[in-house]
């Protein structure tokens, strides 16, 4: 029985290629809204934050309720395969995380991926939350060696995997996967690898390109998923907002480019809208992609990380910048990044802390709740109270 259900899958992707094939190599994109939407998601870490279930003390149950009135349509989880697999031993997905904010108090523990998807699969019992995954970080053991054309200060987990190593991150996949399906959680949609125009994300050896080094990462998940049960779509990008972003796109092989329907892109308020730059790029490749905004925020990002700028009136920004994609077509969701501000890349809507909401979490709130994307843009609401205190 089961060889005959690998028979079907392997059929089924062949199929699949041949379609593909017969339409010059594209995936075809799903057709745009009729009017002006956007949807809005978000990515948050800490599982206790996200379930619907868990019974918590403050401040944390302050702040759950207000992501549950924020009431994501879709939910962004990170997976970091450098420290969900340091040896070549399985990935512990219920590895215990401190649930800190890297070293900043308060913490609260959860049994990592495990937590998460659970606390996920509460969520999506009551509508909304749906499952976007990203894979970031080579293990040691997985990346290539140095090379001396990689910036001073390139960690191993910036190294592309060595050839050898791609089975164990289709293995990585294909493990979420099963336990998702365990808890009942839907992880609907995947991106290959966090970033990888940038160079602290991927940083190749000499005479690879960063594109070069993410198409055999993507044709990984791509076979990952195909292998696996259920409906997953893949994305292409995930990419940072840097002026090198065309030539990224233009440097990426058609089988890759234009295999996928969606395309992830990184845009934080301060910095350019990197939209009308994106879908020229992917124009000229032939590619009906659509456009995900799949972080952005208001803050002081590190310039080494993001090419937003400290804006004065950043939530108000923001605003301008939300009801320009709901207008745009091309750009049906935009995912906030993060709930509890990271203290090292300070975007998000409550303060590290935890003390108390940052203006941002009001228009967030206002965009999602109950608001149909293809409803009217909420007025601003920044400097609003975001709920109960």
């Known amino acids: 029985m089961e060889s005959l259900r690998g028979f079907s899958r392997a059929l089924a992707a062949l199929l699949s290629?041949?379609?593909?094939?017969?339409?010059?190599?594209?995936?075809?994109?799903?057709?745009?809204?009729?009017?002006?939407?956007?949807?809005i998601g978000i990515t948050e870490p800490n599982a206790n934050l996200v379930s619907a279930t868990a019974r918590l003390a403050q401040p944390w149950a302050r702040w759950r309720d207000a992501l549950r009135r924020l009431h994501p349509a879709y939910y962004r989880l990170v997976l970091d395969w450098a420290a969900l697999q340091p040896t070549r031993r399985p990935a512990n997905l219920a590895a215990l995380d401190l649930g800190c904010m890297r070293t900043v108090l308060p913490c609260l523990p959860f049994a990592?991926?495990?937590?998460?998807?659970?606390?996920?699969?509460?969520?999506?019992?009551?509508?909304?939350?749906?499952?976007?995954?990203v894979i970031t970080g080579t293990p040691d053991w997985a990346a290539g060696p140095p090379s001396r054309c990689e910036p001073r200060g390139t960690l191993p987990?910036?190294?592309?995997?060595?050839?050898?190593?791609?089975?164990?991150?289709?293995?990585?996949?294909?493990?979420?996967?099963?336990?998702?399906?365990?808890?009942g959680a839907q992880l609907r949609y995947w991106s290959a690898w966090n970033e990888p125009n940038h160079p602290q994300f991927l940083s190749p050896p000499c005479g690879e390109?960063?594109?070069?080094?993410?198409?055999?990462?993507?044709?990984?998940?791509?076979?990952?998923?195909?292998?696996?049960?259920?409906?997953?779509?893949?994305?292409v990008g995930e990419t940072a907002e840097l002026r090198s972003l065309p030539r990224f796109i233009a440097q990426l092989p058609g089988d890759v480019v234009c295999s996928a329907p969606i395309y992830a892109q990184h845009a934080y308020i301060?910095?350019?809208?990197?939209?009308?730059?994106?879908?020229?790029?992917?124009?000229?490749?032939?590619?009906?992609?659509?456009?995900?905004?799949?972080?952005?925020?208001?803050?002081?990002?590190?310039?080494?990380?993001?090419?937003?700028?400290?804006?004065?009136?950043?939530?108000?920004?923001?605003?301008?910048?939300?009801?320009?994609?709901?207008?745009d077509p091309r750009v049906p969701v935009a995912f906030q990044y993060t709930l509890r501000e990271?203290?090292?890349?300070?975007?998000?809507?409550?303060?590290?802390?935890?003390?108390?909401a940052l203006p941002t979490l009001a228009e967030w709130t206002a965009w999602g709740g109950s608001r149909r994307p293809d409803a009217p843009p909420p007025r601003a609401a920044c400097g609003a109270t975001a709920g109960p205190t």
């Not at 339409?23 to 939407?37: K, L, T, V």
């Not at 190593?165 to 493990?175: G, I, K, Q, T």
């Not at 990271?342 to 108390?356: E, I, K, R």
């Open 157 to 183: 987990q910036a190294r592309p995997p060595r050839a050898g190593a791609l089975a164990a991150y289709r293995r990585l996949v294909a493990d979420v996967l099963a336990l998702a399906r365990r808890v």
């Open 17 to 39: 290629l041949v379609l593909l094939a017969g339409c010059g190599g594209h995936h075809r994109s799903a057709p745009a809204p009729a009017g002006p939407s956007l949807a």
């Open 342 to 356: 990271d203290n090292l890349f300070p975007t998000g809507l409550v303060s590290t802390d935890l003390s108390h």
């Open 270 to 327: 301060g910095g350019r809208d990197p939209v009308d730059t994106v879908a020229r790029a992917l124009a000229a490749r032939g590619c009906p992609h659509r456009v995900w905004i799949t972080e952005t925020g208001v803050g002081a990002a590190p310039a080494a990380l993001s090419a937003a700028a400290r804006v004065r009136h950043g939530c108000a920004a923001l605003h301008r910048r939300l009801v320009r994609w709901w207008r």
């Open 112 to 133: 990592g991926v495990r937590d998460q998807l659970r606390a996920l699969a509460s969520r999506q019992r009551r509508g909304g939350w749906i499952g976007v995954v």
């Open 209 to 235: 390109t960063r594109a070069g080094a993410y198409a055999p990462i993507a044709r990984a998940l791509r076979t990952a998923l195909a292998a696996a049960p259920g409906d997953q779509t893949q994305l």
